[in-house]
């Protein structure tokens, strides 16, 4: 068994957290279609405002220590979840959020506002929901990065006769 297989097996590896994106799609459609109905086309870039990002900058990898965000209750990742499952939720996400995009691509991203369905009464700009979601990913990928980081660390430390047991213990 490699090292990645080793992490996933572990605790490590959790479901990823679709719910986010879903909870902040869902937001950012419904506020999308209230800006197709009011003609809120797209004048420019769809690039977020002074706050968006700054908050887009504290979601970037790596994580900020004087700016660490904790989760709210409602977005706690999954229970864990096997590499395919998970992966197939990832695909599934991106999929939603290029679907997203594709279809507000000639609105004006930047100034449609959505509400953000983790902290009340904080509204952002549709540019910036988008621009978190991305930061949030690659947010993820460095943390997933660091998880293979480690476990090849420890399974570099472990002796032939360890990995000959794990090997032989999954053959059966």
């Keep these: 068994m490699d090292c990645v297989s080793r992490a996933v097996a572990g605790t490590e590896l959790r479901g990823l957290p679709r719910h986010i994106r879903t909870s902040h799609l869902s ?20 690039v977020p ?3 968006g990002r700054w908050f887009v900058g504290r979601m970037e990898p790596p994580v900020k220590t004087p700016f660490r965000m904790k ?10 979840s096997s590499l395919a499952r998970a992966f197939a939720s990832f695909i599934a996400s991106q999929d939603e959020v ?4 594709t279809a507000s691509a000639d609105l004006d991203l930047a100034a449609i ?10 509204r ?23 998880v ?9 430390e472990r002796s032939p006769v360890e990995d000959a047991r794990d090997t032989s213990s999954h053959m059966n």
């Design 124 to 146: 952002f700009s549709l540019a910036t929901g988008l621009h978190v979601i991305i930061a949030h990913e690659r947010r993820h990928m460095w943390q997933a990065w660091r």
């Design 71 to 80: 989760s709210p209750r409602s977005v706690e990742p999954n229970a864990p």
């Design 113 to 122: 506002p959505f509400p953000n369905p983790f902290v009340r009464g904080i």
């Design 148 to 156: 293979r980081r480690a476990a090849e660390s420890r399974t570099s």
């Design 98 to 101: 290029r679907n997203f995009l």
């Design 27 to 46: 937001a950012m459609k419904e506020s999308a279609i209230r800006g197709r109905t009011a003609n809120r086309f797209r004048r420019g870039p769809a």
């Design 49 to 51: 405002g002074f706050l």
